[in-house]
């Protein structure tokens, strides 16, 4: 049993096959061309935002500075989840999606448009900062809706996989945006590049907006939804709390652990894609493009990894996937580092890839885990604050934090033993939850 006791099973009624396989589609390609916005700029934080908008003598306070931003909009994010949960758990999933995809559409085409410390001074890093904040606002809100799209409209048995076409969104979202950040750099001289050429992938960003209008025209909400709607106008006119109010007076403590349970997941993704790349081309000397052609080759094998897991995991349970996902990081995580530390290619292939295997296989199963935790007129909010307080405590700090510890020890080991805390963390939160869905109501 995966619940906690929260929680109750997810009943949809049986809409049309094609209508599934649209609002299913819609879902996915929200979460890609949003994660796809979202990552260009932890991309760019490695590569060249330091040195444009945060100008210094040292080009690790400049690094430090850049990551800082990068976390900043992780920080954000737990205000998109709150605030699009409450009012998606009210009005519905759809429009919360449509606004985030609006939003981080609008904020990321602002940032390649955005003029440099050297042209506007000071206001160059104000405004970089703030249209993070817009970013990570956004993300908060559009993971909860293009979730709860795809899982309340899954047929029965088969919530893991209709859960993993929006989990995609992050492998298909990095493999896009390394992809245009070497067809930048590729056509770019490195003077052009980083005068112009970062600039590039977040002009592409403005896309998003078009899928934002087809999902507002084409897209219905989910019959989950509406019969929880109906409860829930049931339940307010009877003097009951919100959603909002409901979580955090009975339902605090299976956020918190859902958090604590992702945290390692989230925190070593983003080592691997924005903290390894500035430690590989900083440290250790090697070529960006060759880097980034590596995160991109280990990105393509989660579009099969992530689907594989969500799909056993409707077999044989999702806690089971998802301790054993955990477990693998933690082990995995000093490994890691000493094949990277060699400075070869190949190995570096090696460690990121069995680290992206334990990921993916965690990956997986979270979307319809994290759903099921909570009942449906509370889960849009309940889902989206577990998975952004884990965002917050693990991937915002994770590439800064990494960098902070390289400088303070001198040793990656460092960073493989703070992986290995955050997977005892995991290890124990999941534990709870397993406990509390295995005991009675």
């Known amino acids: 049993m995966d619940t906690a006791p929260s929680a109750q099973p997810l009943t949809t009624t ?11 589609t819609a879902a996915a390609l929200a979460s890609a061309v949003e994660w796809y916005d979202y990552f260009v700029f932890g991309i760019a934080a490695a590569l060249v935002l330091g040195g444009l908008y945060f100008p210094s003598g040292s080009s690790t306070a400049g690094v430090l500075a850049s990551f800082a931003t990068f976390a900043v909009g992780f920080l954000a994010r737990p205000i998109g989840g709150i605030i699009a949960g409450h009012l998606g758990d009210r009005h519905g999933r759809k429009p919360m999606l449509v606004l985030a995809l609006t939003f981080m559409g609008l904020a990321t085409t602002g940032i390649g448009l955005l003029p440099t410390y050297d042209t506007i001074g000071v206001a160059a890093p104000i405004l970089l900062v703030t249209l993070r904040v817009v970013q990570g606002i956004a993300v908060g809100a559009q993971w909860g809706g293009a979730m709860l799209l795809a899982t309340e409209y899954a047929p029965e048995g088969k919530r893991g996989v209709y859960g993993s076409l929006v989990q995609l969104g992050v492998p298909i979202g990095v493999v896009t945006a390394n992809t245009v950040f070497l067809l930048a750099g590729a056509f770019t001289t ?13 002009v592409v960003g403005l896309f998003v907006l078009a899928l934002a209008r087809y999902i507002h025209t084409r897209v219905e909400e989910t019959p989950e939804f509406c019969a929880a709607e109906k409860a829930l106008a049931e339940k307010e006119k009877s003097g009951h709390t919100s959603p909002l109010r409901s979580i955090v007076r009975d339902h605090l403590g299976t956020v918190f652990l859902a958090g604590g349970s992702f945290a390692v997941n989230t925190a070593t993704f983003y080592i691997l894609i924005t903290g390894v ?18 995160s991109l080759c280990v990105s393509l ?3 099969i990894l992530i689907p594989a897991s969500a799909a056993l995991s409707d077999r044989i349970g999702r806690i089971r996937i998802y301790a054993f996902g955990a477990a693998g990081i933690g082990l995995w995580a000093v490994p890691m580092f000493l094949l990277i530390d060699t400075g ?3 190995w570096l292939a090696v460690g990121t890839f069995v680290a992206s295997c334990f990921l993916s296989i965690m990956y997986g199963p979270q979307a319809a885990l994290f759903a ?20 917050v405590f693990g991937g915002g700090l994770a590439p800064f934090v990494m960098v902070l510890l390289l400088e303070s020890t001198g040793t990656s080991m460092a960073v493989s033993g703070y992986i290995a805390g955050l997977a005892v963390i995991a290890l124990v939160s999941i534990k709870i939850l397993a406990d509390r869905a295995r005991s009675p109501r």
């Open 14 to 24: 049986a809409p049309a096959a094609r209508n599934r396989r649209r609002v299913a």
């Open 372 to 391: 099921e935790l909570f009942t449906p007129e509370m889960r849009y909010t309940g889902a989206s604050l577990g998975y952004q307080i884990a965002a």
């Open 190 to 202: 490195d003077s052009a590049f980083a005068s112009w050429g970062w600039r590039i992938p977040f």
């Open 277 to 294: 790349l500035d430690y590989t081309t900083r440290d250790l000397g090697m070529k960006r493009d060759a880097v980034l052609t590596v």
């Open 301 to 303: 094998t989660q579009l």
């Open 344 to 346: 070869s290619l190949l």
